[in-house]
């Protein structure tokens, strides 16, 4: 496997005007872009969705995002078209406008995950695969040492009070917030110590201080995400050694992930008790079962993107009176884009992440950078399916995905 990180020149030095003034307005976006801290120093946790102050925020960073673009508008053209099925997505969900529960939301969402798009495409156009996985790398280490600091000098703030008392949930509002983010950023931390030789020390600790913040969340979806991060990356070790050791690897592999899935099917109350969760994965297959029927009143184009969940959304009351609690997800992915933009662009999705898989599969055997991208991508299909995490506006987690998946493509040249 070639190690894409042996340059010892520093990300900064891109050889381009204002190269680290860039640098540092991408570091600042992705930190906007993480749903945490701001919203915890300007709005309740009820009212952070509704925030007038959270909204006037982003009108300059989204004109930041623009003159990104225009610097490089070149290879973001080129980069658009190697993506299509995002695009028609894109196209898809400003469509949803017309036929909305809530059209005000709809729109000014469409605004949004238009611009959270933009960025990752931005993100992918300006840097090399290197540069791309510093600038992820040092903003969540940023953000992991912010949420080490609230959660110690802070516990008011930085841990849970009310529900899952002492869980450290540092910059966000929930628990699973921190673990989920924490779980992708030591993966991404793991391939930096072996990737990026210059800095292994400090990616290393970056990675011991991402494990430490996983654990004290308590969050077991956030502890089998990392788990499952590193065993893509104990996997890449293997590839390296032979194509013989490699096959029998990923045979065992899936032989073990096999049986996981029949013990799942066949006994779930077993395995689920392993981890000490219940089967209902704390009331989201009631939520699931709800809104079975919700979904098959507008299976094709959906209720419009963003807008089900709405204040005065009647569908919504509907799940909420059959599940007796206000759920403000569907937490899960898969459910989430079908109620926004219908199976039409759920399946326009799919496209373009079963498309990106294989090539990041392909390209794992040629680098790490591939490898991030394999792991992080079964990382995102993994933590979609209890969280609604599948194309949400002003979410580092899309920027990401929409970032690795222009960065394969632009490769493919």
Known sequence: MRNDGQSQAPALSTGRPFGALIWCAMIVLLVMFSEGFLPRLFASEQEAEGSSILRLMWFPAYGVI???????????????????????????????????????????????????????????????WRDMLRLLGLTWAILAVISL???ILLPGFGTMTEVHVGAWRGMWWEKN???GHMGRAGFLFAVLVFADR???????????LACFLVLMSTSKTA???LALGIGVLGMGLIIQRGTRIAIVSIWFA???????????????????????????????????????????ERPLLGYGYGAFWGPHSAPAYWVWVAVEWAAPTAHNGWLEIWLGVGLVGLLLFLAN???????????????????FAAGYLLQFLMFSMSESIIFQQNAIIWVTYVGISVRLALDRA
């Open 66 to 128: 623009l003159l990104l673009a225009m610097a490089r508008w070149q290879v973001v053209i080129k980069a658009v078209g190697r993506v299509p099925f995002l695009v028609l997505l894109l196209m898809l969900c400003a469509a949803t406008t017309m036929w909305s529960i809530e059209p005000s939301i709809t729109l000014r969402r469409a605004v949004a995950i238009l611009f959270t798009t933009l960025f990752g495409i931005v993100m992918a156009s300006h840097y090399s």
């Open 149 to 151: 600091l609230t959660s």
């Open 353 to 371: 992440y079963v498309l990106t898989i294989y090539r990041a599969i392909i390209a794992a055997f040629h680098g790490w950078p591939g490898l």
């Open 177 to 179: 917030s921190l673990g």
């Open 198 to 208: 210059p800095y292994r020390k400090a990616w290393g600790a970056a990675f011991i």
């Open 223 to 225: 502890a089998l995400g």
């Open 254 to 296: 899936a032989t073990i992930g096999g049986a996981m899935v029949m013990s799942l099917v066949l006994a779930p109350e077993f395995v689920f008790g392993l981890f000490g969760r219940e089967p209902t994965l704390t009331g989201r297959t009631d939520i699931w079962g709800a809104l079975a029927y919700i979904i098959s």
